[in-house]
């Protein structure tokens, strides 16, 4: 598994400037974005990041006379493909529908190739000086692709499983031992379906934690290498699918389906992307106070996720202010507080001024939240080729 220094060695120099560096007339920019309405595509199966981005679009357009709205996605590959058809139709450089997209992963990936962004901008922005680019390197590479500027980071995320406490004394922190607990209790433990991010990621983590050399993971998938690093992963979940929710024969859509069974006391055990979702969700009152987090013993999966412009976006200008307002000491304190999202933050905290510091110093951390160093090690995504993969093979499994 690749380090933060081997992360960093693969980021190119003349990306790790700050906005200082560049001669951008940023009052120009913010200028231009007065009265745009900036179409903002994310994933809206969530009501807390649902509003968040409300709250987002409120101080844009306070501060800055530009308006958002929130296209609420079910699949992130719908925007891109809207994009990719505009961009067919004759409008490949202004004119297209989708301004600002919530992306990472292969669809990053793949309008990187296709070259279906706008940029380099993320420099450009004044907030990104004090991005924490080298304790964070996830902040610019995704899925061991840099990302080169055409995509700024905004949420930083991990890995947990969320369990209930009360019906689950000691949770299982390997995934042999994650097996024979369910074995023990068949039905109690769930993941999303395997097109939803969050159960592609279920996958994801068996597949780096399971791999004989997780460094192969880092280079693009060929078949050889594919069998060999995979088959340990396919092997646990064969026998684990038949102990999961209903048997595995159908699963929960996403992330708030999957916690909402757990709140009702239908299973014990699931998995989060967010290490504080469980303690907001004790603080609503949508999951019981016995609810507690873990993470693997040798780490878990940690990525940033991203905004980006399309190549053909109709408001790039106000796609940028928002970009930066949501890079803000307020707007990643905000992210940061278990209450609203409990997200991690991209910022260096330490690094900001003495009035901002202190907003992140007097957030709270709930009971089902721990502490930096009880998170462990991060470990870095696969390539996306890898995802791709996974869940296409998970589907012609499920589907027979």
Same mark, same amino acid.
Request: no cysteine; aromatic share 8%; charged share 20%.
């Given at each position: 598994?690749?380090?933060?220094?081997?992360?960093?060695?693969?980021?190119?120099?003349?990306?790790?400037?700050?906005?200082?560096?560049?001669?951008?007339?940023?009052?120009?920019?913010?200028?231009?974005?007065?009265?745009?309405?900036?179409?903002?595509?994310?994933? /809206?199966?969530?009501?807390?990041?649902?509003?968040?981005?409300?709250?987002?679009?409120?101080?844009?357009?306070?501060?800055?006379?530009?308006?958002?709205?929130?296209?609420?996605?079910?699949?992130?590959?719908?925007?891109?493909?809207?994009?990719?058809?505009?961009?067919?139709?004759?409008?490949?450089?202004?004119?297209?529908?989708?301004?600002?997209?919530?992306?990472? /992963?292969?669809?990053?990936?793949?309008?990187?190739?296709?070259?279906?962004?706008?940029?380099?901008?993320?420099?450009?922005?004044?907030?990104?000086?004090?991005?924490?680019?080298?304790?964070?390197?996830?902040?610019?590479?995704?899925?061991?692709?840099?990302?080169?500027?055409?995509?700024?980071?905004?949420?930083?995320?991990?890995?947990?499983?969320?369990?209930?406490?009360?019906?689950?004394?000691?949770?299982?922190?390997?995934?042999?031992?994650?097996?024979?607990?369910?074995?023990?209790?068949?039905?109690?433990?769930?993941?999303?379906?395997?097109?939803?991010?969050?159960?592609?990621?279920?996958?994801?983590?068996?597949?780096?934690?399971?791999?004989?050399?997780?460094?192969?993971?880092?280079?693009?998938?060929?078949?050889?290498?594919?069998?060999?690093?995979?088959?340990?992963?396919?092997?646990?979940?064969?026998?684990?699918?038949?102990?999961?929710?209903?048997?595995?024969?159908?699963?929960?859509?996403?992330?708030?389906?999957?916690?909402?069974?757990?709140?009702?006391?239908?299973?014990?055990?699931?998995?989060?992307?967010?290490?504080?979702?469980?303690?907001?969700?004790?603080?609503?009152?949508?999951?019981?106070?016995?609810?507690?987090?873990?993470?693997?013993?040798? *780490?878990?999966? *940690?990525?940033?996720?991203?905004?980006?412009?399309?190549?053909?976006?109709?408001?790039?200008?106000?796609?940028?202010?928002?970009?930066?307002?949501?890079?803000?000491?307020?707007?990643?304190?905000?992210?940061?507080?278990?209450?609203?999202?409990?997200?991690?933050?991209?910022?260096?905290?330490?690094?900001?001024?003495?009035?901002?510091?202190?907003?992140?110093?007097?957030?709270?951390? *709930?009971?089902?939240?721990?502490?930096?160093?009880?998170? /462990?090690?991060?470990?870095?995504?696969?390539?996306?080729?890898?995802?791709?993969?996974?869940?296409?093979?998970?589907?012609?499994?499920?589907?027979?």
């Amino acid at each position: 598994m690749l380090r933060r220094r081997d992360l960093l060695a693969a980021v190119p120099s003349l990306y790790a400037v700050s906005a200082a560096a560049q001669a951008t007339d940023w009052p120009s920019i913010m200028a231009r974005a007065r009265g745009q309405t900036v179409r903002f595509n994310a994933w /809206g199966g969530d009501d807390r990041t649902n509003a968040f981005i409300a709250w987002a679009g409120q101080q844009v357009e306070r501060q800055f006379s530009v308006k958002v709205e929130h296209v609420r996605l079910r699949d992130t590959a719908d925007a891109v493909q809207r994009v990719i058809t505009e961009r067919g139709a004759g409008r490949g450089s202004e004119g297209g529908s989708v301004d600002l997209i919530w992306i990472n /992963g292969p669809n990053l990936a793949h309008m990187r190739r296709e070259a279906l962004l706008y940029g380099p901008f993320v420099a450009d922005l004044p907030g990104f000086q004090y991005v924490d680019i080298a304790a964070k390197p996830a902040t610019v590479v995704d899925f061991a692709l840099p990302v080169q500027g055409y995509a700024a980071p905004w949420l930083m995320a991990q890995i947990v499983y969320v369990y209930d406490s009360a019906r689950l004394a000691t949770p299982p922190t390997t995934l042999p031992a994650m097996l024979e607990w369910a074995r023990s209790r068949p039905g109690r433990i769930a993941h999303p379906h395997g097109r939803n991010f969050l159960g592609a990621t279920f996958l994801k983590q068996a597949l780096v934690s399971l791999a004989p050399d997780p460094r192969v993971l880092q280079a693009p998938l060929d078949e050889v290498g594919y069998t060999a690093a995979a088959a340990p992963m396919w092997a646990w979940y064969r026998a684990l699918r038949p102990l999961l929710w209903r048997g595995g024969t159908t699963f929960p859509t996403d992330g708030p389906q999957t916690q909402a069974l757990l709140g009702d006391g239908a299973i014990d055990l699931t998995i989060s992307f967010n290490p504080a979702e469980a303690s907001g969700l004790i603080a609503t009152g949508r999951l019981p106070a016995s609810v507690r987090t873990f993470v693997l013993d040798g *780490g878990t999966i *940690g990525n940033a996720s991203f905004v980006a412009i399309p190549i053909n976006a109709s408001a790039k200008a106000g796609a940028m202010v928002l970009a930066d307002l949501l890079l803000s000491p307020v707007a990643q304190a905000r992210a940061a507080d278990e209450r609203v999202l409990g997200q991690g933050s991209v910022l260096a905290i330490n690094r900001l001024p003495l009035e901002d510091q202190v907003r992140f110093e007097q957030l709270p951390r *709930g009971p089902a939240s721990l502490d930096v160093t009880a998170l /462990g090690q991060t470990l870095s995504e696969p390539h996306p080729s890898w995802m791709t993969r996974l869940t296409a093979d998970w589907l012609a499994l499920v589907q027979g």
